[in-house]
């Protein structure tokens, strides 16, 4: 690699660069920022990840494989890259005043979230099996951190705890399933190991083995059943702006990597894997729907919701062997996350506007006459429990509807079928939220913040304009192929 | 290509088997006069005072994270100045670039007051 050839790459990955640098930058200046001034740090942060977002939109269409084939920019990238941008700046405008109510305002907060954007992004652009692993260490160790942010207080400290070991235990699984890996094929490179698989050269057992360690190390990542054992605490104890962008931002990086390695390397071994997907998929929608049934506080619901919705992403990638459902596949399954993304950032700017204080305010029982004393929040959190449980137009039901019809394509109906069951039964508990709000007595408190707001009824606002006008988006999620 | 590991193996069940039979060995051979004194926690052959969960002072485990983060920079530097030639302008860049993000760090845990233990 020479000079002319390093700045090359650096072009090519500019928006992970920009964040990376006003990371550093925004650590040092944050230094001279009084804690009265805080909002200043939030605001900078915020139009660090702008600017970055400007540079990745203007540049949509670029593609190029630089750092010697460790990094691969395509619209699957690009994709995910504004994704992962807009959660970040998100974020922000939701940490903001809750930061401030919860006595939490801490410069570090917003460095910690550029840090762990950057990851994100590194891992939407990694295209060996090394990149995946360092990405995975930059998204994950701000993150724990962050989950600990509210220290001392005791279920922040349990949460981020928990979450470093067990996060750590799956990263531990992630680098030995590298190995395996490596040691089956003598390389790293996902194009390497495609080569290596056609060439006859590699070794099946071990590659199955390592494949599946990655599948198991990710699936910690983003909560699939049976590794989803860390979530309901972690993101009940996390505080709540933090569970918001961890509930998107770490789940739709850990698709990344897992749509990434296994469409782009391992479709030959899609008939050792494919009935281990099958079984995961089914198993995580079945268990998270079925579990959130029975919860009260509204975080532990929505922590169960997200492991029921890893299931529906996953099943796009049950048919990833089948060269002509592969391209449906990723738009299917990039789509399915987006429409989750605001989905989920509507409930939960909901939420953080709700809670009180120590903990209060999370209970069902909290939302109780909140279409009365708050109408505007009742609506945006109706919107979003509609999109959850996936009733038309709003963006949650085109979410399911494209991965079913991806699930169809590759001829896997029954799966399908436990899918829709599994929709009807969440309706139970998403619902229930709406009943609560609309048609029982209450006294709900909630604070009347505008960035809040407007971050609540944008999305909610998104979910059924964009959910009726469906059709660019969708096209955009298809032309994100992989290269 | 296995049959090149056996040696391994080899040596791994012997050691193993080493460790299990000195072990047995002092058990079923060594006597045995259990007193009070014996009874009690190991503390370098000091005699024990106090509950085990005493507080300590935090600031060991900052010197530990600080040394971590400087040691590994060292670490880096090694290998770089034996290849410092072959490298060039490039990685001149390269490890300037390494050292200011370590600086940033740096200056961060100096202006956090990490430095003053008193």
């Known amino acids: 690699m020479n000079l002319s050839n390093a700045s090359a790459s650096l072009n090519a990955i500019l928006p992970l660069v920009v964040v990376i640098l006003w990371a550093c930058a925004l650590l040092l200046v944050d230094l001279f920022i009084t804690k009265e001034r805080k909002g200043l740090t939030a605001l900078l942060a915020a139009i660090g990840m702008l600017a970055s977002l400007i540079i990745t939109l203007a540049r949509l269409d670029l593609e190029a494989v630089v750092f010697n084939g460790m990094v691969t920019v395509d619209g699957f990238s690009n994709f995910l890259t504004v994704l992962f941008l807009g959660s970040g700046i998100v974020a922000v405008a939701l940490s903001y005043d809750y930061l401030k109510r919860m006595g939490l305002e801490k410069g570090e907060y917003y460095v910690l979230l550029l840090f762990t954007v950057s990851g994100m992004m590194l891992m939407a652009v990694a295209s060996d099996l090394i990149v995946v692993f360092l990405a995975l260490e930059l998204l994950s160790i701000p993150l724990y951190v962050l989950a600990g942010i509210a220290t001392p207080r005791l279920d922040s400290e349990e949460s981020s705890l928990k979450y470093f070991l067990l996060g750590s235990f799956s990263t531990g699984i992630v680098v030995y399933g590298i190995a395996l890996v490596f040691g089956a094929t003598g390389t790293t490179s996902l194009a390497g190991i495609v080569d290596a698989i056609t060439a006859g050269s590699a070794g099946m057992g071990l590659l199955v083995a390592g494949a599946a360690m990655l599948l198991i190390g990710l699936g910690f990542k983003v909560a699939l059943v049976p590794f989803h054992m860390w979530t309901p605490d972690v993101y009940q104890g996390a505080p709540s702006s933090v569970t918001a962008f961890m509930a998107i931002g770490a789940k739709a990086a850990g698709f990344a990597a897992i749509l990434r390695i296994f469409i782009q390397a391992f479709p030959a071994l899609s008939v050792d894997l494919t009935p281990v997907l099958w079984v995961l998929a089914a198993l995580t929608m079945i268990l998270g729907n079925v579990v959130a049934i029975a919860q009260r506080n509204i975080k532990r619901l929505l922590a169960y919701s997200s492991i029921a919705n890893a299931g529906y992403i996953l099943l796009a990638l049950v048919p990833y062997g089948q060269s002509d459902v592969a391209a449906d596949s990723v738009a299917s399954a990039l789509f399915y996350l987006l429409a989750y993304a605001f989905t989920s950032f509507t409930a939960w700017s909901v939420v953080i506007a709700l809670e009180q204080v120590e903990g209060k305010g999370l209970e069902l029982e909290d939302y109780a006459g909140l279409s009365r004393r708050y109408p505007i929040l009742a609506l945006t959190m109706t919107v979003a429990m509609l999109s959850f449980t996936g009733v038309p137009p709003t963006l949650g039901f085109l979410g399911k509807f494209y991965v079913f019809r991806t699930l169809l394509e590759g001829g896997f109906p029954g799966l399908a079928v436990i899918g829709v069951v599994t929709s009807l039964i969440s309706a139970y508990y998403y619902l229930r939220v709406v009943v609560y709000m609309y048609m029982r007595e209450g006294e709900p408190q909630a604070i009347r913040d505008p960035w809040l707001y407007i971050a609540a009824t944008a999305s909610a606002i998104c979910l059924v304009v964009l959910g009726i006008f469906s059709q660019p988006l969708f096209a955009w999620a298809s032309q994100a192929m992989l290269h | ?118």
């Open chain 2, 1 to 118: 290509m296995p049959q090149e590991y056996i040696p391994i193996a080899v040596l791994i069940i012997l050691a193993t088997g080493l460790a299990f039979l000195v072990v047995a060995i002092g058990h079923l051979f060594g006597p045995r006069r259990p007193t009070q004194r014996k009874g009690q926690p190991y503390e370098s052959g000091m005699r024990p005072f106090g509950p085990g969960t005493r507080r300590m002072p935090v600031h060991f485990y900052l010197v530990a994270v600080l040394f971590i983060l400087f040691d590994i920079e060292v670490v880096f530097f090694l290998p770089w100045a034996i290849v410092f030639r072959q490298l060039g302008l490039f990685g001149l860049i390269e490890m300037i670039i390494f050292i200011v993000i370590l600086l940033v760090g740096y200056i961060y845990a100096w202006k956090k007051g990490a430095f003053e233990w008193e």
